[in-house]
């Protein structure tokens, strides 16, 4: 193959380095900042400060941060220096002073870390000070307190371990922990696959990065073919689309790396998986003194651990990464008929897009649909990470109060080497009849709608618009009843009619008095009447005056029959006259008996109440039926 | 019963108007209800249809003024009630203060059914002057029986025929009305200019006491009492 680059090129590095050296020297633009890793932290966490100088000089001192708020726990220094040499121009040189604080807040609050200062040449430099939220206990994160379980007070030696840890992530992408080996006969140019680590859990992510090493100038890479991840689950990191190259030196001889594709790949299934060569088309020169050349990458080999004992039946292997499980309800207080949203979201680091939130599960009384999904990833420091929320809708069937049971989610640390549950706090959804329905239902019920009772109701609750009629009467407007034609009449007809009789009944009168017949009906019915008098009489002791009534009322009768005065006839021309008027026999002889009895009865005898009696039928029956 | 529309006819128009309610389109119910109304063949059941309509549509004044117009026309009903009910619910106004008390007799009138009291009146009223003619024909020994029960009749009419008068004197008296307008402002005298004493809305039953060119006299539930617009209130 044959050599692009020359060594009239090293030459004119080298000289451009030593050129630009001293150039931080009279550069007043200080690039000085101070970054936190986590802006949520518990008191009993410890979290990382960093502060950053650019291009400061050698004898220039940072003044950390202090406050009463914060203790720090441990601190660290380092220094890098980067040359690079791009599109044949000068040198460019940056030194990247890192200080890397272990810190733990003191009380909860929002708390401020002050800014941290640098003074250069007189002058004084500050970043910006740095907002934390502080709560009581822990928060999450990996702690080395409570890894070594000694509450509040950390290990110095854990701490250590965690800082060294710490320091690992926090340069993670800055030191390049592969050491390619130059191929022979590619030694120009050659493409290089590697890990960040070759040795992992089952779930757990290993970061691919594919480069480029160069001596040459490259004109383009025109086609990239990534290994075959079979036995992993890829998600893509990093896909440049323009070459950008860094300096590397590899074996003592200086190269250019040029990142082709970074990939987060997590092993699926345990044991050593290899990793095919990746294979790249590669362009170097300019316009036509360029050329084509292929290269393939060196294999790979991944230790894939399973997860270790202890840990749930059948856990996915997408559970593994660091999470944190969280419930959210929009709403606590809700009508009937009126759905509520429960977003439950596990976040964290790992998997995001296998792993699987842990099912909503309710009181019957609350009918839970479906969830809808959605993701949310990002890489930071080529760590996948981010979220994964299921939107539940929760439409309450009936009033009361209703309690979301926690959710559990149970996962493996790699970090911690341990598995670790996730748990939400229960929540109690408090249900009221909708507006215009029965207070009695949501009153009288909610002691009996609680969780106890969680068999389905089909709630009916009054209220709301009653429907139309669908039979109807037709009728004219109404008018009251006093108000219509007929009242009055009716109500004056009765008077009028009595009236009419009463007045009837005296014209009756006055005309019968003006015949014979008339008068002789008018006598007989005042005997009659005179008769009932007597009867008054006929159990009191003037046995006489009993007698004297009788004996009038039958004259009275008599006289009115026959049409003439009885009163002095014998009893022989009485008996010829009654005769004479028609009177038979029976009648004639109950006429003579009474007046026989009345003759003896009002002269001293007759006093039996018997004959009394008697002679009163008697009277009655010779008046009766004698028109 | 004779009227404009055979029953057919009518029975059609009122179903036609239900199903438009059904669909919600409110103005062709509204439309058939009121054809019947107008030509003399509503009744209780047309009138709660259309207030019930008035009601779906926000129309609250004439929803409450229809309801009634239902409840004076053919007495309470479940029905009824509940739709008035939620009318009143969502009214504006609230009345607060001590009611004031009516008068005896319109409070009588209101405690009892008209037309139940004045049949009662009528048919006790006739039957016992028919049993007093009876008794008059009847001989002395058997008027007893007749007596009593004559007796008995008067007893329940003449209190029935009072109460009928006092419904007749109420009815004459006494005039309820619904606000129409959505905002109808009381003033102090019957001018326009005249200063506002309050405001009712739509929905709000009050009573109308006396009349002088286009204003009312209105009196709230609570005596509150004011001068009105006349087209702002539509009698029950």
Known sequence: MRRTGSALGVVFAVFALLATAPAWAASDDLDFYQTVDREEVGTEDTFRLTVVVVDAPSNAQVKVPESDDFAILSSSRSSQRSISLSGGGPAVIQDVTRQVLTMQAKRPGRLKIPPSEITVRGKTYRTQPVELTVRAGRVGGPPASAQSGRGRQPDPFSSLQSQMQQMEEAFGDMMEPDRPTIPRGDSDLFLRASLDRDTVYVGEQVTLSLYIYSRVDLSSVDAVTMPKLEGFWTEEVESPTQLSGEQRVVDGIPYRAYLLRRRAIFPVKSGTLAITPAEADITTGFLFAGHRVHRVSNPLKVKVKPLPPGGPKDLPNAHVGSWRLSMDVSQTQVELGQPVTVKVTLEGVGNVKNVTPPTLKGPAALKIYEPTTSDKVSQQRHRVQGRRVMEYLVMPQRTGSFTLPPLEFTYFDPRARKYEVARTDPVTLTVEAGAGGASSLSAGTSQGSTDAANEQKNVLTAGGLRPVRYQAKFAAPGVPVWQRGFFVPVLLAPLGLLLGVALLGGVRGRMALRTEAGRGRQQAKAARKRLADAEKLQSGSNVGAFYGEVEKALHGFLEARLGMPVVGLTREALAERLTASGADAERRGKVLFVLEACDFGRYGGGGDPAERQKVMDAAAAAMEGWA | ?236
């Not at chain 2, 029986?145 to 209190?159: E, H, N, R, S």
């Not at chain 2, 060119?213 to 087209?231: K, M, S, T």
Request: hydrophobic share 50%.
């Open chain 2, 1 to 236: 019963m004779s009227g404009y529309y055979t029953p057919e006819e009518a029975q059609d128009i009122f179903l036609k108007a239900n199903e438009a309610y059904a669909r919600e389109d409110y103005a062709a119910a509204k439309e058939g209800y009121e054809k019947l109304l107008s030509n003399g063949q509503g009744g209780p059941d047309v009138l709660y249809n259309l207030g019930t309509t008035h009601l779906a549509q926000g129309d609250l004044g004439r929803a409450v003024l229809a309801l009634e117009q239902a409840r004076k026309a053919g007495g309470v009903a479940p029905d009824l009630e509940a739709n008035l009910a939620l009318a009143r619910a969502r009214q504006v106004d609230k009345v607060v203060g001590a009611t004031a008390e009516d008068a005896f007799l319109p409070r009588l009138a209101a405690a009892t059914d008209g037309p139940v009291v004045a049949w009662t009146f009528l048919g006790t009223w006739v039957a016992a002057f028919a049993l007093v003619l009876l008794w008059r024909v009847l001989a002395p020994g058997r008027r007893t029986t007749v007596g009593i029960l004559a007796v008995l009749l008067f007893a329940i009419a003449v209190p029935s025929g009072l109460l009928v008068a006092t419904h007749a004197y109420v009815g004459a008296t006494v005039h309820e009305a619904v606000v129409l307008a959505p905002t109808l402002v009381a003033r102090e005298l019957p001018q326009a200019g005249a200063r506002s004493i309050f405001e009712v809305h739509a929905g709000l039953k009050v009573r109308l006491l006396e009349e002088t060119g286009r204003f009312v006299r209105i009196r709230l539930p609570n005596g509150l009492e004011g001068w009105a617009e006349r087209d702002g209130v539509a009698g029950i």
